[in-house]
């Protein structure tokens, strides 16, 4: 095999793995798309015991800060953001959105009995200039 995916890939902890107890927001880090021109974003639940529900919900902007964050509409998205409330369970989505800059967050509904597992792994593919920067 003459080509691999590993130096055309950056892999971003966007949500690092959390145990969600509550209803709630946990909000990731803002990942910087410049160089990319591919971006994927999926929530994993590693473990799940209750009622209630997580989801992803992403925000894109211009600003490093994000300070001129809107919420990322459904066009520029490939694949739906859906509920999970399961174990071992993904939903991946791919970014094709214009603006520089993105974060996702866990979303949490509970009632008094949800315990999850979860994070978002962000993967950056085609870089501008590639190998990547060993991970």
Do not use: W
Not at 10 to 19: C, E, G, L, T
Not at 59 to 82: N, R
Not at 97 to 112: N, P, S, W
């Amino acid at each position: 095999m003459e080509y691999d995916a590993k130096t055309k890939q950056f892999i971003v902890n966007a949500v690092p793995a959390v145990s969600i107890e509550a209803t709630g927001d946990t909000v990731g880090v803002i990942i910087d798309t410049k160089l990319f021109e591919s971006l994927t974003l999926a929530l994993i639940v590693s473990t799940f015991s209750g009622t209630g529900n997580v989801t992803l919900e992403l925000e894109h902007g211009d600003d490093p800060a994000l300070g001129d964050s809107v919420a990322v509409p459904a066009a520029d998205l490939i694949g739906t953001i859906k509920t999970l409330s399961a174990d071992e369970a993904i939903n991946r989505v791919g970014y094709i959105g214009k603006l520089r800059f993105v974060r996702a967050t866990i979303a949490a509904v509970e009632t008094a009995t949800l315990v999850a597992i979860c994070g978002v792994t962000a993967i950056q593919a085609n870089p501008q200039n590639a190998p990547t920067v060993d991970q």
